[in-house]
């Protein structure tokens, strides 16, 4: 199994980026897919998940409006387009599939002026 993030850097505040996470190794579209964040000093935490088919969003109250979660089972894809973004927001972002024991390197987001 492999999950490889990418699409992290360096954006000013109110800026946006574009996470992508691409998967291998299991059958990406049966599973639910989450995108999680983990800050310096502080637990990893959930940010926005989606249902196998893509059918079905969530979002963590901080980043609703903000963040939105899809999937291209095409291309084992999942994406977070992150818009009008904040310094709380700096963080390692990852991918995961539900009931899929296995975790990303991460991709780095720094949101500063």
């Known amino acids: 199994v492999q999950l490889v993030e990418s699409g992290g850097g360096l954006v000013q505040p109110g800026g946006s980026l574009r996470l992508s996470c691409v998967a291998s190794g299991f059958t990406f579209s049966s599973y639910p897919m989450r995108w999680y964040r983990q800050a310096p000093g502080k637990e990893r935490s959930l940010v926005a998940g989606?249902?196998?088919?893509?059918?079905?969003?969530n979002y963590a109250d901080s980043v609703k409006g903000r963040f939105t979660i899809s999937r291209d089972n095409a291309k084992n894809t999942v994406y977070l387009q992150m818009n009008s973004l904040k310094p709380e927001d700096t963080a390692v972002y990852y991918c995961k599939g539900i009931g899929v024991p296995y975790w990303g390197q991460g991709t780095q987001v720094t949101v500063s002026s």
């Open positions: 989606i249902t196998s088919a893509g059918g079905s969003t």
